[in-house]
């Protein structure tokens, strides 16, 4: 089993910027394939960034914004945001999947958090 407890969320003016953390215990993730997720107010959970053997992958509309990154010494994974607008405002969800290879597919992730919620002013 997988525990994880994402941190970081918090009130932004649009523009800023934010840093997401992830840690996780129970079991080392270097060889996992970690997402990060969101769910804004009246929307479905959509993918955000994920992060794996080959490399790290995005939806278009962060692409540019937002970086993925792992730490394995310290089984983390983060996600830095920058240039946030108002459509970024959503619970964010930190994601680990039982595979070295990413997925785009919440339903591919085995282990969640519980979020975080990001909230961007305009």
């Known amino acids: 089993q997988v525990q994880l407890v994402e941190s970081g969320g918090e009130l932004v003016q649009a523009g800023g910027s934010l840093r997401l953390s992830c840690a996780a215990s129970?079991?080392?993730?270097?060889?996992?394939?970690m997402g990060w997720f969101r769910r804004a107010p009246g929307k479905e959970r959509e993918f955000v960034a994920a992060?794996?053997?080959?490399?790290?992958y995005y939806a278009d509309s962060v692409k540019g914004r937002f970086t993925i990154s792992r730490d394995n010494a310290k089984n983390t994974v983060d996600l830095q945001m920058n240039s946030l607008n108002f459509e970024d405002t959503a619970v964010y969800y930190c994601?680990?999947?039982?595979?070295?290879?990413?997925?785009?597919?919440?339903?591919?992730?085995?282990?969640w958090g519980q979020g975080t919620q990001v909230t961007v002013s305009s």
């Open positions: 129970g079991r080392t993730i270097s060889r996992y394939a």
């Open positions: 994601a680990a999947r039982s595979s070295s290879y990413y997925s785009q597919k919440y339903y591919d992730y085995s282990y």
């Open positions: 992060i794996s053997w080959s490399g790290t």
